[in-house]
């Protein structure tokens, strides 16, 4: 298992659970609706590698993988990304929040050994 203390992995698991909920939701519930700039597939690649990393991330730290660090490292990466994405589109504040709690999250837990 992990060494980092458990409501900091909680925490990150829930955060990067929560952000591939809302990166999902918000496409399928607000950008398909929306069309136009909401569409650009550079935005909705980046918003679809923000959900799988997230799922990515979660899983690796519940199942107390030695690598996620690695993996939380980019999936604050990707989150940052796409928060900037999202916010330039406009309308997508959930979106943008759960994202940078996310870049956030992961950040931290990237830094630590």
């Known amino acids: ?33 929306a069309g136009g700039k909401h569409l650009e597939s550079v935005d909705v690649r980046l918003m679809m590698d923000c959900a799988q990393i997230c ?13 996620h660090t690695h993996i939380c490292r980019e999936c604050a990466e990707i989150c940052s990304a796409c928060a900037q994405s999202c916010e330039a589109v406009g309308g997508m504040e959930e979106c943008v929040q759960a994202c940078r709690d996310c870049a956030e999250s992961c950040r931290a837990m990237g830094e630590m050994r």
């Open 55 to 67: 799922q990515v991330s979660a899983d690796f730290m519940l199942r107390g993988s030695a690598h």
């Open 1 to 33: 298992m992990t060494s980092e203390p458990t409501s900091h992995l909680d925490e990150c698991i829930e955060h990067c659970q929560e952000c591939h909920r809302t990166c999902l939701e918000s496409f399928f519930e607000h950008c398909l609706n």
